[in-house]
């Protein structure tokens, strides 16, 4: 042989069990890992997945804020159209009290 742990071409795979005691043992620590870094990737994108639909309900929530932020101050600005109207009114209705008040003074004298 070449060197150990090197094939030359045509030479087969040594048989399973024909190396250094531990290999079988290394092997099952290598499938060990192998499973535990799967069982993580797994776990990593579950919570990729988590964080995108978090991350979409977030967007959402921030859409509908600024869509109600908006509707808010357009009824804001309609409130305050509204007592513009509503001050002249009351005043005229003020001014009709006293007027009413008046005629009856001066009905009752006639």
């Given amino acids: 042989r070449a060197g150990a742990g090197r094939m030359m ?5 040594p048989p399973a ?6 290999t079988c043992r290394n092997c099952g620590v290598l499938r060990q890992n192998i499973n535990e870094y799967v069982a993580a990737l797994i776990a990593l994108k579950q919570k990729m997945i988590d964080g995108d639909r978090l991350l979409i ?5 921030c859409t509908d804020i600024l869509y109600f932020s908006i509707k ?3 009824l804001r600005f309609q409130v305050e159209q509204m007592l ?8 005229c209705q003020e001014e009709l009290g006293s007027l009413k008040a008046e005629l009856e003074e001066k009905k009752v004298c006639l």
Avoid at 84 to 91: A, R, T
């Fill in 17 to 22: 069990g024909s190396g250094p005691a531990g």
């Fill in 84 to 91: 513009q109207k509503i001050l002249p009114l009351e005043k």
């Fill in 9 to 13: 071409p045509g030479e087969a795979p």
């Fill in 57 to 61: 309900e977030y967007q959402q929530k």
């Fill in 72 to 74: 808010i101050s357009a």
